[in-house]
Structure formats: C-alpha cells, structure tokens
C-alpha cells in the first residue's frame, strides 16, 4: 500500500505507534485478494463460453453456395445442348416413318385419331338410328312402342358394332398397301380377306334389314310364317324403304368411322408414329429427370447443410445468450463489490487519520491519501462489450440465410426452365415430309 507521506516533518519522525498505517494496508490487500479471485473466476467462465459461429464452417458453406450458383447458371444450356443431341433420335424416327410411307404408297403423314371422339359420335348415330328405326317400326306396323324401342335399340347397336369392326379390320386390309412400290406376296392375299370380310358384313346387313322388315309387318320375331305375309311383302312400302336407306347409311358412316376413327387408314401407321413419338418424348424426359435430379441433388445438398448449420447455429446462441446473461449478472455484482470496497478502505482510511489527529491534538496539514488504483484494475466489463466479433458473425448468417434463399428460388426457376425446353422439344414436328417420292430419295 502507497500512501503520499505528510508534509510536517515532525508528525513524520513520531513513533510508528500512533501513525501505523498497516490497518488499511491489511483492508485493501484482502479486499484485492478476495476481489481478485472472483475476477479471475469470471475470466475463466468467459473463456469456456462457445462461439456463436463458427466462422470456419459459415466460410465453407459461402463458398459452397458460390459453386452452386455457377453449377445453376450453367444447368440450363448444358440441358439444352443434351436435348439438341437428341436431334438423332428425332431423325431416326423420322427415318422410320419415311420408309413407311414409301413402302405404303402414302401421300401424306400418318395421322393418330382421337379415339373419345370417335366413340362419342358413333353414341349420336346410334341414338340417332335407334330413334329413327323404332320410329319406322312403330308407324303403320304390328308392334307396340316399348317393343319398337327395343327392337330399334338391337338392330342399331347391331349394326353398329359389326360397321365399326368392318370398318377397323376389313375395310383397311382390303386396300393394304395397294399403292406400294415394293409389294410382298402376301399383300394380295390381306387384299381378298379384307373383301371377304366386307361381304360377309354386306350379308349380315341384309340380313338384319330382311329381319327389321319382317318383325314391322308380323310384329313379332318368332320364325316367320310366310303364309300370311310373302317373303317380299315386308319391303314393299316406303317405310321399308327408308328401314332400308337408314340401315344402309349407318353402316356406311360406321364402316368409315371403324376404318379411320381409331387409327390410321394404312395398317400399321399409327402405330409407327406412336412409337416414334414414344421415343423421342422418353428420352427427353429421360434426360430432363436426369437434369432436375442434379439440380435437386446438388441443391438440396447444400440447403440441408445450410438449414441445419444455422438451426444448431441457433441452438447454440440461445443457450450462449444464457450463459452470458448469467456472466453478466456476476460482472455487475463484482463490479458493485470494487465499490463497496473501495468506500470500504477510504472510509477506514478516513477513521484512521481521524484517530491520529485526536491522538496528536492537532490537526494534520497534509492528508496520506490511499491508491484504490489496485481495485480500479480488477474492474470487467460486461460481455456484450467485450466481444466485438459477434456482428460480424451474425452479418454472416443473415448473409448465409439470404443466399439459401436465393439458391432456392434458383432452383425452382431452373426446374421450371428444363420443364418448359423438354415440352418445346418435344412439341417440335418429327420432320417427316409428306411426299412418298421424297421420302424414297431420302431412304
């Protein structure tokens, strides 16, 4: 302990006695001591608190999410140049379809029907023969208006069933590959089946159309009896008549329907096309879940590191913040215990040169006054004082989180953009001309 000697040399040469100074010596050596441990304390208690980030590994993922942005950038025209690589593809197919059509004899690029359509209308015509043949068979006839219905209902379903399959089968084999440059053996033979067929349908209409006639005129469909009413007696009227030209139309519609409704006119045709078209939309999507699979891959890499970097991140700080508080609430209990301490040596300081001026009966002229500047040294400050690197490690979380979100947004975007090149690419035309001399120039 230091203390400024007084300036009366007599008072200075009396007996250590009456002017001993080691009462407040002993007071602030123990108060520095005691203070001192409960620093060092502190100290140590700081220095075991955890980073709130750690800087290393927020730098690993910024630079991360860098390479990820240029692999984002770069995705698009990489998908792009595969799917112009797929032009090969397209062109083979092409190649198919051009030497079928020359092998067919067509003038023209198959066609793939819309078989709904095809279906609804044959329904109208049905309904529309039903209504029409019951209304024929109810007018000035034997029959009843129930049976009428029903019987219309029978012979329009009837027909229209073996017109559509006429149509489909027959109507197609019967002109199969006429117009061929390179014809094969067995086309003829398809040639005379298909008219086969179309005979044998022919004989069935006529069939049903005697059957519509009779079931008119007797009213009923047990085995004709030809002694009350002749054999040509049913078709001898203009109802008959019309029973006829309504047969005949209908199948002529569905036999046109069955031939072109549900596939191409030349056998095999739609198909082809299908199957060409098939392959090239399988590949370009093929090659597009490959590139959205990266993208999601790479993407989704980095954002689950991301994510759960700045939940522990956050974790951590949380708990940090307590263990801080708490830290800072023993700082400000020691920092209030230097002042009582200090107060606590000066006040005795002030007893003590008290107690030496009655003792000496005079009053001193110069005062020894005591150095706290011990205790002043044991002073913290609090932790959010000390520790200036915490912005900048909460700038580069807030600076990681926007870049997450950036990437995020750029990968949706990206997703979007691969989708909408593969549907471009797939809605291009397979490039197959229409003229069959062309197309054996190119075969």
Same mark, same amino acid.
């Given at each position: 302990?230091?203390?400024?000697? &007084? ?15 080691? &009462? ?71 190649? !198919? ?7 067919? $004899? ?29 209304? %024929? ?6 029959? $009843? ?21 006429? +149509?489909?089968?027959?109507?197609? %084999? ?18 005379? %089946? *298909? ?34 009413? $002749? ?17 005949? %139309? ?7 329907? +069955?031939?072109?409704?549900? &596939? ?32 999601? +891959? ?30 800072? $609430? ?22 003590? !040169? @008290? ?17 706290? *500047? ?18 900048? !490690? ?36 397979? +490039? ?5 001399? @062309? ?5």
């Amino acid at each position: 302990m230091k203390f400024q000697e &007084s300036r009366n040399p007599h008072i200075a040469g009396m007996g250590s006695g009456f002017l001993n100074s080691s &009462s407040t010596e002993a007071l602030m050596a123990a108060k520095v001591a005691d203070l001192a441990g409960s620093k060092s304390d502190i100290e140590a208690q700081i220095a075991a608190l955890p980073e709130a980030v750690s800087d290393h590994e927020a730098e690993g993922l910024l630079k991360t999410a860098v390479v990820v942005s240029i692999f984002l950038e770069q995705s698009l025209p990489r998908h792009k140049r595969r799917l112009a690589n797929l032009e090969k593809v397209r062109e083979a197919q092409a190649k !198919e379809l051009r030497d079928l059509q020359w092998r067919a $004899g067509m003038d023209r690029l198959p066609r793939c029907p819309n078989v709904l359509k095809t279906l609804l209308l044959v329904q109208v015509f049905v309904l529309a023969e039903t209504l029409l043949m019951a209304a %024929m068979l109810i007018e000035g006839g034997h029959i $009843g208006v129930v049976e009428g219905i029903g019987f219309g209902f029978v012979f329009s379903a009837v027909n229209s069933v073996l017109a559509l399959w006429t +149509g489909f089968s027959f109507v197609r %084999m019967a002109a199969h590959r006429k117009a061929s440059p390179v014809p094969k053996s067995s086309d003829g033979f398809v040639r005379i %089946m *298909g008219k086969l067929g179309i005979a044998a349908f022919g004989g069935l209409l006529g069939i049903l159309i005697f059957a519509a006639s009779r079931i008119r005129a007797t009213g009923s469909h047990v085995p004709f009896d030809f002694s009350e009413v $002749g054999l040509w007696e049913g078709l001898n009227n203009g109802v008959s008549l019309a029973i006829l030209a309504t047969a005949l %139309m209908a199948s002529a519609v569905n036999l046109w329907k +069955g031939a072109t409704g549900f &596939s191409d006119f030349v056998i095999g045709a739609s198909e082809a096309l299908v199957n060409a078209t098939d392959k090239i939309t399988f590949a370009s999507r093929n090659a597009t879940g490959q590139a959205i699979r990266s993208v999601l +891959g790479r993407v989704g890499a980095f954002l689950s590191d991301t994510h759960k970097f700045l939940k522990q991140s956050a974790r951590a700080e949380k708990a940090r913040s307590r263990q801080v508080h708490a830290i800072n $609430g023993k700082i400000r209990a020691h920092n209030a215990a230097l002042g009582v301490a200090k107060q606590s040596v000066l006040a005795a300081h002030a007893n003590q !040169e @008290d107690h030496r001026e009655k003792v000496l009966n005079r009053r001193r002229t110069g005062h020894s006054i005591p150095d706290v *500047g011990e205790l002043d040294k044991l002073a913290l400050p609090l932790i959010g004082e000390a520790i200036a690197g915490d912005d900048r !490690e909460q700038s580069k979380l807030e600076e990681l989180k926007a870049v997450a979100n950036d990437i995020a947004a750029a990968r949706d975007a990206l997703i979007a953009d691969l989708e909408t090149a593969q549907a471009e690419f797939e809605a291009a035309s397979i +490039g197959v001309t229409p003229f069959p001399e @062309d197309n054996k120039e190119g075969a």
